[in-house]
């Protein structure tokens, strides 16, 4: 699998702020990058038990119903003292809404309730493309850090207002989207995509 130069990716999500951010990681290559949405393809039930299968299953319907390559990331938080939750339920927790100031708020609750002590968390990003065809191959990143309370900060999306990355201060939603490029979970999973010389120079 390899793309030349003025080929069509999709991005196999219909979360603006994620198309946004692989679609500036992407910027550098010769690429024409369209979101799911731009192409009216449903969203696959995301019935994997992985970040990993999650994104497998929603590359193949993307690439298969757009005939194109298609690029799905399946990404969240993992919060050691809940057991990894809320993990590959991260966007169910924000509700049909996307209501991520909710779910935010039902971390901190959630934690709260448990008494939790231990607020280190991980960011989780399998970034999966695929082929028509049905080639598939994978890429995943992590990114380790500790939750904050309340949100700070309104750049990124999602629980980036909460999550400070080791050996940072600010949260991810006060640092600016190119230095959060440069070393998040899905920074470090799309520099593995990147490696296997897929795209073109």
């Known amino acids: 699998m390899r793309f030349a130069p003025g080929d069509t990716l999709v991005i196999a999500s219909h979360n603006p702020g994620k198309v946004r951010e ?10 024409r990058v369209v979101g799911a949405d731009t192409l009216g393809l449903p969203e696959p039930e995301e019935t994997g038990e992985t970040f990993s299968e999650n994104a497998i299953l929603k590359a193949r319907a993307a690439a298969k119903a757009g005939r194109h390559v298609a690029l799905a990331d399946d990404s969240g938080l993992s919060i050691a003292a809940l057991d990894g939750a809320p993990g590959i ?52 990143g992590r990114i380790a850090g500790a939750l904050v309370f309340p949100p700070r900060g309104d750049k990124g999306f999602g629980y980036d207002p909460i999550f400070v990355a080791q050996g940072m201060r600010e949260t991810f939603g006060e640092i600016e989207p190119a230095a959060k490029h440069a070393m998040s979970h899905r920074a470090r999973a799309f520099e593995k995509l990147v490696a296997g010389d897929i795209f073109p120079r």
């Not at 692989?22 to 690429?31: G, K, N, S, V, Y």
């Not at 708020?105 to 399998?126: G, I, N, P, Y």
């Open 89 to 140: 339920f991260s966007a169910r927790w924000a509700g049909e809404k996307k209501d991520f100031r909710s779910a935010m708020t039902r971390v901190e609750q959630t934690l709260r309730a448990k008494q939790a002590t231990d607020f280190s968390a991980e960011f989780v990003c399998a970034l999966a493309l695929a082929s028509p065809e049905g080639e598939t191959r994978v890429f995943e």
């Open 22 to 31: 692989i679609r500036e990681m992407l910027a550098p290559f010769a690429l």
